[in-house]
Every structure is written in structure tokens, then in C-alpha cells.
T-cell receptor, first 113, second 114 residues
């Protein structure tokens, strides 16, 4: 079945560091790919999505580019802030139009001031 | 904008107990979902409902029942709570199905079983 792999379980950075969280997927065709962010005590929030090869999604300084060749959708941010500390989830859209998402295990980002 | 309200926020149960979690949304969305979140693991789909009175099983449906009697509400029942079980149950909704669908989540119900 479809799956999503996030390589990093935890990432610790200092403010203004560059962030990369790796996301690889396994699915046929061109599934939609998503990033969600979850702050403590809240549910996940939609960050952005992409649905075509080479399409870039972005929001709040975060970005990721859909790469069909490497089946990847890595999250990047040039300069992180302490307020970016959260759990980040990569997700894969369902191809049967039910709207279901398959999530990765999540990456805990901690940014020190 | 809208909101998804999950009740209760915290739920403590006994082993073998039947427990019900409730979710209400005022987005007027057609589709609703229940996901389970375990520490260090991703979100796993338990049940979803495309419209009122519809129920579809997800990957983790065993041990759960669901009910969608109104468009705005979606309930989940843990049929027999397992000892030492700890998880967060997240309810979500979306306008409709579709491959670019955006899900909106509630804040979750945190379950602990003694």
C-alpha cells in the first residue's frame, strides 16, 4: 500500500539555522503531497500541498518541491525561529478521491533561541 | 471560519470499558474522519464518513465503532478499552473527497486506560 517515510524523528536547531526534513513516499501515479504542522495541545494544521511533478508548495517561509524522480517532498526553511518548534507531518493523498491522507511518523523540531 | 470541537478533552477509562468520543464541526463539511495518534507514530485512520449516515473503515478500525447521524457530528466508540492504552484521537473534516483535499483537525481527545 501507499506509505510515507520521514527520515528524522527529531531535529534540534538554533534560531536562524537552515531546516531540512526529509520526506519520501511510495505510491503509484501522482498522489497529492502535503505538509502539516502540529503545535502542543492542538491538532495538525495544513501547511501547504503540491500535486504535480516539480510543483513547489510554500507557506510561512517553509517550502517543498514535488519530485517524482526521487519520490520526495522535503521540507525546507532558510532561517528557523523558536516559534517554529512543533511536530511536522508529511502526508500522501488518497488516489480514490475519498480525501483520506496517509501520514508519516512525524518529525519533532526544537529550535533553541 | 469554522471550528471542530472534540469532547471530552481528556478521557480516563477502565480496562474493558466502552468509551465514546464526540466530534462536532460547523464548517458544513461533508466528510469527517477519526485518526489515532500514538507517541512517535504518525496518524492512523480509524473510520471516515463521506456523508451523513455513511461509514467507511480505515486501516485501524478493529476495536472501534463509529456513528454519523448528522452532517455536523461524528462519534467514535472504543468497544473495549485496553489496559495501559494511551493515545490521542483526532477528528477532522473536509469539504468533500478529492486528491487535493485539505483536512481540518480538532484539538484531540487524550485517552488513558488504567
Amino acid at each position: 500500500g501507499d506509505s510515507v517515510t520521514q527520515t528524522e524523528g527529531q531535529v534540534a536547531l538554533s534560531e536562524e539555522d537552515f531546516l531540512t526534513i526529509h520526506c519520501n513516499y511510495s505510491a503509484s501515479g501522482y498522489p497529492a503531497l502535503f505538509w502539516y504542522v502540529q503545535y502542543p495541545g492542538e491538532g495538525p494544521q495544513f501547511l501547504f500541498r503540491a500535486s504535480r511533478d516539480k510543483e513547489k508548495g510554500s507557506s510561512r517561509g517553509f517550502e517543498a518541491t514535488y519530485d517524482k524522480g526521487t519520490t520526495s517532498f522535503h521540507l525546507r526553511k532558510a532561517s528557523v525561529q523558536e516559534s517554529d518548534s512543533a511536530v511536522y507531518y508529511c502526508a500522501l493523498g488518497d488516489r480514490t478521491n475519498t480525501g483520506k491522507l496517509t501520514f508519516g511518523d512525524g518529525t519533532v523540531l526544537t529550535v533553541k533561541p | 471560519g469554522g471550528i471542530i470541537t472534540q469532547t471530552p478533552k481528556f478521557l480516563i477509562g477502565q480496562e474493558g470499558q466502552k468509551l465514546t468520543l464526540k466530534c462536532q464541526q460547523n464548517f458544513n463539511h461533508d466528510t469527517m474522519y477519526w485518526y489515532r495518534q500514538d507517541s512517535g507514530k504518525g496518524l492512523r485512520l480509524i473510520y471516515y464518513s463521506i456523508t451523513e449516515n455513511d461509514l467507511q473503515k480505515g486501516d485501524l478500525s478493529e476495536g472501534y465503532d463509529a456513528s454519523r447521524e448528522k452532517k455536523s457530528s461524528f462519534s467514535l466508540t472504543v468497544t473495549s478499552a485496553q489496559k495501559n492504552e494511551m493515545a490521542v484521537f483526532l477528528c477532522a473534516s473536509s469539504i468533500a473527497g478529492g486528491r487535493q483535499n485539505t483536512l481540518y483537525f480538532g484539538a484531540g481527545t487524550r485517552l488513558s486506560v488504567l
